[in-house]
């Protein structure tokens, strides 16, 4: 018999159906969510304004559950990574990022979680730990706000700020990352704005066509990291198949009617995209695309054989790129010592798990 679904799972849409169903008002899916999101409670029980025949179906129907914490790192930089376990023993990572200093100098108030969208990943991007195991499974909608909640607690603060960026390619994931959406940017919800929220694609086509069509302003990152075909096919198999032809018209699809530009995420990997032809190129696309552009210097991966450039190096490409006049930053991914980079650090454990030692 499988579980019963989460409550924390429903969106208000789905909540409402089901509460109408059984004869309920609008009203009552109102109080079930305000005690869910608001007062947060974690039992039926606990919703004292309702009456004890509609706590008793809510119990019949639904259940309460947030995955288990079993190992979190902090860094020296106040980087969290967290790492959960789901209810099939499946290990999930997250990261919370706070923001010590906002952009006018003043203390930040953000809390940024950069959330995972599956288990695993398919895509196989040659330089990131997650598509070493390959793809285990999508993550349930309620998988996906469980690691909100999860961050929740251990930072001891609402979260109000989610990015897309951890294991799994978010649009591959689309049915339940718009159900996790709705309930992260609903009122009655998470109440965290959709301009709080990235997601992050490989350039995945398809799923970038359904963003399209989504009516929320959500931001959108492209792990581009290479900006000819023959870069991106040597590291991300996913341009095999939607090579730049496709994803430049499906990133423009998405630009148009909304007032956003895509940000491109670029990982500088020492010899293979760092050159000044490859600026050039970049720049050719950032400018079609009106986009931003972020440098990232490549995060060394135990057991895979990319490097980080120099300083120098990376230095002259970010000038490159901004001296064409396109806003360009270069981050350094937080938490370099706990293994931040996406995917190290569910590696290493299914790695002790099965005994091997990292490649
Ligand atoms: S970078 Fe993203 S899409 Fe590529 S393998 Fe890693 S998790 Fe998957």
Redesign the pocket.
Known sequence: MSPLPLITAQTEEKLLAFLTEHGHTKFRAQQVLDWVWRKRVTTFDAMSNLPPALKNLLAEHFRFHTPEIVEIHGSADTTRKFLTKMEDGSLVESVIIPAAVAENGEKSERVTLCVSSQVG?????KF?A??LLGLKRHLTTGEIIGQILSAETIAEKRVNNIVFMG???PLSNFDNLADALEIITSHRGLEIGARHITI?T?GFVPGLKKLAAYPRQIRLAV?LHGATDEVRDQI?P?NKKWPLSQLIPALEEWSRGRNQMPTLEYILIRDINDSPKDASHLVRIAKRLHAKVNLIPYNTVEGLPWKRPTEERCRSFRDAVHKARIPVTMRYEKGHDINAA??QLRLRKEQEKNGSTPR
């Open positions: 990943c398919a895509f196989g991007c990131c997650s598509g294991m799994g390619e992050s490989s792990s991300m996913v996406c995917g």
